[in-house]
T-cell receptor, first 113, second 115 residues
Framework: KNQVEQSPQSLIILEGKNCTLQ??????????LRWYKQDTGRGPVSLTI?????NTKSNGRYTATLDADTKQSSLHITASQLSDSASYICVVILTSGTYKYIFGTGTRLKVLA | NAGVTQTPKFQVLKTGQSMTLQCAQDMNHEYMSWYRQDPGMGLRLIHYSVGAGITDQGEVPNGYNVSRSTTEDFPLRLLSAAPSQTSVYFC??????????????FGPGTRLTVT
């Protein structure tokens, strides 16, 4: 079954600290993997898009990594800010016959002052 | 550009009522989609459109209708609201070629409660 699982479900960190969010997937075959940030009460906003051949992609303080062999991705946030408080959603694009977004359920991050 | 806009932001319906959720985009995107987001679940695709006059079903289409008469607008109609349709609804759009290789832009969402 094509699934995307994220961990942890929720995370609390202090401002200025780093953190890493995990995404494990069983989707196969896939064309690309995406990380989205969703602020409370808003729609998801794309952070990174990685094809299956890419290992890492950065967007400011956000760095995503992808290991297609182990089917794992991570999102590393450096020097966290209060504005990083949000849900982070991992999405894998399935390409078997038809294309389909497979969404994870997200990690809820709270950054405290 | 306003991007993707949705109205209303909040709505409460009684069981059996019908309503239309509005979605518009000003980016001249061909591809538009409707998703619902429920607690503890990933977003699920309701309906999508690859251009004006062309729509198709996603994974959870029952109880919803769509039409696409213009490139800009993609309304979602609830025919007879049920409590199971209580959810947050997101509209999204992307360039021709679809959201699978291009960026997908989401609207701010409509929070719907059916009592």
């Amino acid at each position: 079954k094509n699934q995307v699982e994220q961990s942890p479900q929720s995370l609390i960190i202090l401002e200025g600290k780093n953190c890493t969010l995990q995404c494990n997937y069983t989707v196969s075959p896939f064309s690309n993997l995406r990380w989205y940030k969703q602020d409370t009460g808003r729609g998801p906003v794309s952070l990174t898009i990685m094809t299956f051949s890419e290992n890492t992609k950065s967007n400011g303080r956000y760095t995503a990594t992808l290991d297609a062999d182990t089917k794992q991705s991570s999102l590393h946030i450096t020097a966290s800010q209060l504005s990083d408080s949000a849900s982070y959603i991992c999405v894998v694009i399935l390409t078997s016959g038809t294309y389909k977004y497979i969404f994870g359920t997200g990690t809820r991050l709270k950054v405290l002052a | 550009n306003a991007g993707v806009t949705q109205t209303p932001k909040f709505q409460v319906l009684k069981t059996g009522q019908s309503m239309t959720l509005q979605c518009a985009q000003d980016m001249n995107h061909e591809y538009m989609s409707w998703y619902r987001q429920d607690p503890g679940m990933g977003l699920r695709l309701i309906h999508y459109s690859v251009g004006a006059g062309i729509t198709d079903q996603g994974e959870v289409p029952n109880g919803y209708n769509v039409s696409r008469s213009t490139t800009e607008d993609f309304p979602l109609r609830l025919l007879s609201a049920a409590p199971s349709q209580t959810s947050v609804y997101f509209c999204a759009s992307s360039y021709s070629g679809g959201p699978f290789f291009n960026e997908q832009y989401f609207g701010p969402g409509t929070r719907l409660t059916v009592t």
